[in-house]
């Protein structure tokens, strides 16, 4: 069962129907639910080759009216928003600089139905700056900012890459150890065992994506040294590692989303 859905069963299961308000406002819960996650997507730095850190600390933005039909449960609805961040997190392997927290703000720019995510990556005191795995976020608020973790030295999003001549097989590197790529799709693995796979909506895709914000022929990704990925002329684009692009190298541990699917792309010798 998915994240989304787990998240609202746990909703529709409160006691007494906390939450029965809730679900007539303008915007849903399991929407914002939704945007928080893809937040997390967009904004996913790597930290090295086990960790990707994420934002902990998110401001959701609504109208008045919004506003006033969901803060009497605000306190109980971040918790929750926070739970399905910190399950999401797990899900994707993402870690966190310190404890999660989801607020609501009025916003009084914004129409009934309309809605803004805003998150920043912050530290506790006792994090040392060091990534905390999404299992183990406990505590308060109140924790300084922190820089965002460096970036690892590498070819920048949206770098051409050229095909192996003749448009064969990833090259072999030296050492005989053959170089074996994967991605990773809600925790589905599917193995490149060709020198270009298309994912896309259609049936005819090399990996079929049943995402409304997928086109039929989405993006493909190609082989060799360095491995890129190449926009199809979808509708909605594709955003690597953070970044729109049309085109882009990947490296182990890439993050690849498409409408509102995240896609980890994996390679490694032998």
Same mark, same amino acid.
């Given at each position: ?21 809730v ?9 914002i ?26 401001i959701?933005?609504?109208?008045a /009216?919004?506003?006033?039909?969901? @803060?009497?449960?605000?306190?109980? +609805? =971040? ?5 399905? &961040? #910190? ?40 994090s ?9 976020q ?48 809600? /925790?589905?693995?599917?193995?490149? @065992?060709?020198p270009?796979?298309? +994912? =896309? ?5 090399? &990996? #079929? ?37 049309t085109?882009?190298?990947?490296r ?19």
């Amino acid at each position: 069962m998915g994240v989304l859905k787990r998240f609202e069963q746990r909703l529709e299961g409160l006691v007494n129907g906390t939450f029965a308000k809730v679900f007539k406002s303008e915007v849903q819960p399991v929407e914002i639910a939704g945007a928080l996650q893809r937040e997390c997507d967009n904004n996913a730095t790597i930290w090295n080759r086990e960790r990707t850190v994420v934002p902990n600390d998110f401001i959701v933005e609504l109208s008045a /009216g919004d506003y006033e039909r969901l @803060s009497p449960y605000s306190g109980q +609805l =971040g918790d929750e928003l926070a739970g399905l &961040v #910190r399950d999401y997190a797990k899900q994707q392997r993402y870690s966190f600089m310190g404890p999660i927290k989801v607020h609501l703000e009025k916003a009084d720019d914004l129409d009934t139905g309309l809605y803004r995510v805003r998150s920043r990556t912050l530290a506790s005191s006792t994090s040392q700056a060091q990534p905390q795995a999404p299992q183990n976020q406990q505590g308060g608020y109140g924790y300084p900012p922190v820089a965002a973790p460096p970036m690892p030295a590498g070819p920048p999003p949206g770098g051409a890459a050229r095909r192996p001549a003749g448009g064969g097989p990833a090259p072999v590197p030296t050492g005989g150890a053959t170089r074996r790529h994967w991605i990773e799709i809600n /925790g589905t693995r599917h193995q490149i @065992s060709r020198p270009t796979l298309v +994912l =896309g909506r259609s049936t005819e895709a090399d &990996v #079929r994506i049943d995402d409304p914000g997928v086109s039929r022929r989405h993006c493909e990704i190609r082989t060799g040294t360095p491995s890129t990925i190449q926009d199809l002329g979808s509708t909605n684009g594709i955003v690597v590692d953070g970044q729109h692009t049309t085109r882009a190298t990947l490296r182990d541990g890439s993050r690849i989303v498409v409408g509102s699917t995240t896609i980890i792309y994996r390679q490694a010798e032998g």
